[in-house]
């Protein structure tokens, strides 16, 4: 049982940066594969970074490669998820995720994850 918190959203000007967090409460918090996933109106929830349970390899979307950056820190129970040189095709509802299961390139995939956060709203303007 996770439960997961999503907090720092809001609204930035195209070219800034954000930081969301995403705290976890539970006791296996470093047995988990962490992902971040977003959904814009209308659209497909999709893939956008995940982080392996040591924090040793992370995977990106190539549309956010080279302006996102995720990061675990397992004594904190909390991923981060750095967004830099933010676009308007940024803005979405971006939620964090946590899967048990190992099953390989199983980070693409929101249905190999166990748990997810309430989201957290991004709005990039133009």
């Known amino acids: 049982q996770v439960q997961l918190v999503e907090s720092g959203g809001g609204l930035v000007q195209a070219g800034g940066s954000l930081r969301l967090s995403c705290a976890a409460s539970g006791r296996t918090f470093s047995s988990y594969v962490m992902g971040w996933f977003r959904q814009a109106p209308g659209k497909e929830r999709e893939f956008v970074l995940a982080?392996?349970?040591?924090?040793?390899?992370?995977y990106y979307a190539n549309s956010v490669k080279g302006r996102f950056t995720i990061s675990r820190d397992n004594a904190k129970n909390t991923v981060y998820l750095q967004m830099n040189s933010l676009k308007p095709e940024d803005t979405a509802v971006y939620y964090c995720a946590a899967r048990s299961n190992t099953y390989y390139s199983g980070h693409y995939s929101p249905g190999n994850y166990d748990y997810w956060g309430q989201g957290t709203q991004v709005t990039v303007s133009s």
């Open positions: 982080i392996s349970r040591s924090g040793g390899n992370v």
